[in-house]
């Protein structure tokens, strides 16, 4: 029977999952983490500077004239103009103000109107946020203290010829987001669509959803986050289907992707990025090992249904240009694009899911064990402690673990006993032929 406290316990754990502004819960947390908030190809370098907000901060990105990026705080320190229209020179960002100048640092490095150039400037600390360039992207470390090491995710680490890099602007919390991508179940309806009606490298993905829609699941927890196995049994020939998929602390993912037709050793990142409570940035990261990334199909899809920006073409304002007549084709009528039919259903629930309106079932274990797992980071950093996969040390830097897989196993084979095995193998270990083929 449900009492009158739990009702308010989920409002008040939704308030901790969904909030991400400077000094909630959730923003302490997510803050503790890299987090990706550009690609490289909408911010090359000579791009002037840019306006940017995430996690409710409004922020400037722009690189010095060394080319290095930086994020500094939108408003000047002496009068809160607007940096974005600032000037790039002499080592820094010079607001147009009054002069003032500072460099990626947020040290204040001249006050031209003042003698000497400002006797107290080096008192002033603009807001500024350490940034590295990774795996096509700008990332930001926005939390106190040191920043921890970058981690060493096989997908950011790769050369470029490797992996692509995307994003889709999304227009709801990150959080439900993220959930879809916890949620093997939905695979089979969503994205599913006529078997002779599509490419090539679609129809395994499709036979594989299409084998049995009730998968069993299961979950581990891991030191990143938490490993999911989806298990679909194959007819009547004593074989299943393993699908391991994973959650990444606190707001990514490691599935799979287009990359996933090419066989064992690919694997796609999603990193879904606040911009404030009601929107975000999905970031994705595809990459694959041993053979070359379908980036012709990749890009004619993605420029089918991609405006400039990462902007989706369907939204909710033409109805995710859903064509019914189409539905005895594909499930939902809106295109072959998976992020497309994520972006419409994530949205469809509302800037901010009410959660205490679900009914969860027991295909939502993972869903849950996440919440679970966010929750208890959340107190963990309000008690002085680390969360999960945060990375301060070289020799927990390597994530061979870090597993995606769709294989065919025998029903009585011990999912565990596999992984560890491929683990040990390190199934990311490269091609180098491929490397020089093509850039990202």
């Known amino acids: 029977m449900v ?38 190809a909408d911010f090359a370098p000579g791009s002037p500077p840019l306006p940017v907000r995430v996690m409710s901060e409004d922020l400037v990105l722009f690189r010095d004239d060394r080319g290095r990026p930086g994020l500094l705080g939108l408003k000047c320190s002496h009068r809160c103009a ?19 100048l500072f ?4 040290k204040c490095l001249e006050q031209p109107g003042e003698p000497d150039g400002g006797a107290h400037r080096d008192s002033v600390r603009h807001v500024a946020y350490p940034c590295v360039e990774r795996a096509g992207a700008i990332w930001a470390y926005m939390g106190p203290g040191e920043a921890p090491l970058f981690p060493n995710f096989p997908p950011l680490v790769v050369p470029d010829a490797y992996r ?31 078997a002779d009606d599509i490419d090539e490298l679609s129809q395994r993905s499709q036979r594989i959803f299409g084998v049995d829609t009730a998968p069993r699941l299961s979950i ?7 490993r999911i196995f989806a298990e679909r049994t194959v007819g009547d020939t004593g074989n299943k289907i393993l699908r391991v998929t994973n959650f990444v602390m606190p707001n990514a993912c490691a599935i799979g992707g287009f990359e996933a037709s090419l066989g064992r050793g690919g694997a796609s990142m999603f990193w879904h990025v606040p911009i404030d409570d009601h929107h975000h940035w999905r970031m994705e990261f595809t990459f694959h090992s041993k053979q070359p990334l ?29 064509n019914r007549d189409e539905m005895n084709r594909s499930y939902v009528g809106m295109g072959r694009n998976f992020p497309t039919h994520d972006l419409f259903v994530t949205e469809s629930q509302g800037p901010i899911l009410d959660r205490s309106k679900e009914h969860l079932v027991s295909s939502d274990v993972a869903i849950v064990r996440t919440r679970r797992m966010l929750l208890a980071a959340m107190r963990d950093l309000a008690d002085g402690k680390e969360p999960v996969g945060v990375i301060r040390k070289e020799a927990d830097n ?5 597993l995606v897989l769709t294989e065919t196993l025998g029903v009585g084979d011990d999912n565990d006993a596999f992984c560890a095995k491929l683990e040990r193998e390190n199934i990311y270990q490269l091609n180098k032929e491929i490397g020089g083929r093509v850039s990202a």
């Open 3 to 40: 009492t009158a406290a739990q009702p308010n316990k989920l409002a008040q754990d939704n308030e901790m999952l969904t909030r991400t502004g400077p000094g909630t819960p959730g923003g302490e947390l997510l803050r503790r983490y890299w987090q990706p908030i550009m690609m490289l």
């Open 82 to 100: 607007d940096l974005s229209y600032g000037r790039v020179e002499d080592g820094g960002l010079r607001c147009i103000y009054h002069g003032w």
């Open 103 to 106: 460099d990626i640092h947020g």
């Open 164 to 194: 692509s890099t995307q994003r889709w602007y999304s227009q709801c919390n990150y959080m439900q987001g993220n959930e879809g991508n916890v949620d093997p179940v939905h695979t089979s309806y969503l994205h599913r669509y006529a």
């Open 220 to 226: 581990r927890e891991t030191r990143f986050g938490i």
């Open 294 to 322: 379908p980036r012709e199909i990749m890009g004619r899809i993605y420029n089918a249904e991609q405006l400039p920006g990462g902007y989706s073409k369907r939204n909710a304002q033409n109805r995710y240009l859903q």
């Open 398 to 402: 390597d994530f061979r673990d870090l």
